[in-house]
């Protein structure tokens, strides 16, 4: 069973824009992350968010050479962390995740479990407001999850 939460700084920054950070937190009541995602996001973490320090820092810095510092260091955080699940929307931080074998959820799959979850009503409402806040979702993907939320 996957237990722990990582993630990586684009969903924290999409939820923070739409001032829903709630959303993220009621699907998962704890996060885990690294310093270099909260350098990223900017300002601090509310209190169910807590920062771990990467223990491989020369799988850290192999990322390093291809990601951002965020990504990097949440992928090399997921890869030491058994039952872990990593939030990660970037395509090529999702395509090296998964090369590494790790599980990965995106923000428009958090947006659907909040949905199935009854904690939100409406899937296309908030993707809606994130496309106007310029985030941008593959059309296949978003067309995925407004299927399975029954919206399409």
């Not at 992350?33 to 990467?54: C, L, N, R």
């Not at 496309?131 to 299927?147: A, G, P, Q």
Request: charged content about 30%.
């Amino acid at each position: 069973m996957h237990s722990v939460i990582i993630s990586d700084t684009s969903c924290l920054i999409a939820f923070d824009r739409i001032n829903r950070l709630e959303i993220l937190h009621a699907v998962f009541p704890i996060i885990i992350t690294t310093k270099e995602v909260q350098d990223e996001y900017g300002k601090p973490f509310p209190g169910w968010i807590s920062i771990t320090e990467v223990k491989d820092k020369s799988k850290k810095l192999e990322l390093e050479k291809s990601l951002d510092k965020g990504e990097a260091s949440a992928i090399a955080l997921a890869v030491e962390t058994k039952n872990s699940i990593l939030i990660i929307d970037e395509k090529k931080g999702r395509a090296i995740a998964e090369k590494n074998h790790l599980h990965i959820i995106g923000t428009l799959k958090i947006l659907l479990l909040a949905k199935q979850k009854g904690i939100i009503d409406s899937l296309s409402e908030i993707i809606a407001l994130l496309e106007k806040n310029n985030f941008r979702f593959s059309k296949n993907i978003k067309e995925k999850m407004l299927s399975e939320a029954g919206e399409l």
